[in-house]
């Protein structure tokens, strides 16, 4: 069973940095490919950012392209998805979610439909 626990969000000004974290239990890390998603109030959830499951091939929309990245790390027994977010802008608002899905490629995944396994989300505010 597959549980993503999301955390990081909070309040922000413009132009500040936030990091969101995932924890993720999984019984084989290496073989899931991960995402971050996020939706604004009024709006349908969108594609942040996404990891094959090496952790080698990543994702970005682009209107985050340069300013946030994605990680996949193994800590000890811990595992953790990291979503670096630099250069905040107002319209990052969202609540943003970490999706899993196991996989036996090398592919990243952009949509929702393509993932199994979704958290509660973090609530990320960006003030101007």
């Known amino acids: 069973q597959v549980r993503l626990v999301e955390s990081g969000g909070g309040s922000v000004q413009a132009r500040e940095s936030l990091k969101l974290t995932c924890a993720a239990s999984?019984?084989?890390?290496?073989?899931?490919?991960f995402a971050w998603f996020r939706q604004a109030p009024g709006k349908e959830r969108e594609i942040v950012a996404a990891?094959?499951?090496?952790?080698?091939?990543?994702?970005?929309r682009d209107s985050v392209k340069g300013r946030f990245t994605i990680s996949k790390i193994k800590d000890g027994t811990k595992n953790f998805v990291y979503l670096q977010m630099n250069d905040l802008r107002p319209e990052d608002t969202a609540v943003y979610y970490c999706?899993?899905?196991?996989?036996?490629?090398?592919?990243?995944?952009?949509?929702?439909?393509?993932?199994?396994?979704w958290g509660q989300g973090t609530q990320l505010t960006v003030s101007s």
């Open positions: 999984v019984s084989a890390f290496s073989f899931y490919a």
């Open positions: 990891i094959n499951r090496g952790g080698d091939r990543t994702y970005y």
């Open positions: 999706a899993a899905r196991i996989d036996q490629s090398q592919q990243y995944y952009v949509r929702e439909i393509q993932y199994n396994d």
